[in-house]
């Protein structure tokens, strides 16, 4: 898309709707973004990553809003995530610029990254909320859940998701409970996508390739998923998660898929 004020306009857009449907299950929908900026709005790789980045920063504090508002802060497992994600989504952005800078490498590693969530979010179901489940929750021990949390990091800097996608799923099929697995997960994605941006930024400084965010598209995106994550927050509780998690199932292996072609092609 040449005119770059149609692109703003339509990164706005796509990205409040996304984000709509992604926040109540825990997701700030960069993981369906950074998609949508490789085949609609043309951003260059490897600078799309730390865009989809800039994007989470801007947009998570709107639903982190809400559910502070909402008595909904995710608590000491954030603290955890955190602990985990931060360092890895580190390691990630350094493995993103010196080892996988091309196009074709970078789809196959969407597509490694999409499908396996995608199904995920397809065969867990969401913990509900009106009758206790009488079988004991098996929550997964803090350690283990901060070395997780640092691979999941690590592949969040990679592909630009911050980690939240990833770990929403796996902590409300672990046992907990939508409401605090949710602003848990997007706090521990504010947190770390900002590090990936910093980490980012200095290392475009060393680089003769663009991998610096494209800012522009960034707050856009950014903008428009603040005000979708906010009415996201605000609609979780009206809207059946389990449906909400289906159709981003099936949307999340669809492109997948279509990263997994053109990779091979």
Not at 20 to 46: E, K, N, R
Not at 105 to 117: D, H, M
Not at 193 to 198: C, F, H, L, N, R
Request: glycine share 14%; aromatic share 6%.
């Amino acid at each position: 898309m040449p005119d770059t004020g149609w692109t703003e306009v339509v990164a706005l857009a796509a990205a409040y709707l996304i984000a709509v449907v992604t926040t109540p299950a825990g997701i700030s929908g960069a993981v369906l973004l950074l998609p949508f900026q490789v085949t609609v709005l043309g951003t260059p790789s490897p600078s799309v990553t730390p865009t989809n980045l800039l994007y989470n920063v801007v947009a998570t504090p709107g639903a982190l809003y809400r559910y502070w508002r909402q008595g909904q802060t995710g608590g000491q497992l954030a603290l955890v995530l955190i602990a985990g994600t931060l360092p890895g989504v580190v390691a990630g952005s350094f493995i993103r610029v010196k080892l996988i800078p091309g196009p074709r490498v970078f789809a196959l590693v969407v597509a490694a990254v999409l499908i396996p969530l995608g199904t995920w979010l397809l065969l867990t179901r969401p913990v509900r909320g009106g009758k206790p489940d009488r079988r004991p929750a098996r929550l997964i021990p803090v350690p283990v859940l901060m070395a997780l949390a640092a691979v999941v990091g690590c592949v969040g800097g990679i592909y630009g998701i911050g980690g939240g996608a990833f770990m929403a799923p796996v902590l409300i099929g672990s046992g907990h409970k939508p409401s605090e697995a949710a602003p848990a997960a997007l706090a521990s994605t504010f947190v770390t996508s900002a590090g990936g941006v910093i980490t980012f930024t200095i290392l475009a400084l060393q680089q003769h390739i663009s991998v610096a965010p494209d800012w522009p598209t960034g707050i856009a995106l950014g903008i428009g998923g603040l005000a979708g994550g906010y009415t996201g927050a605000r609609l979780q509780a009206r809207m059946p998660d389990l449906l909400i998690r289906r159709l981003v199932g099936v949307l999340v292996i669809g492109i997948g898929a279509y990263f997994l072609s053109s990779g091979l092609g």
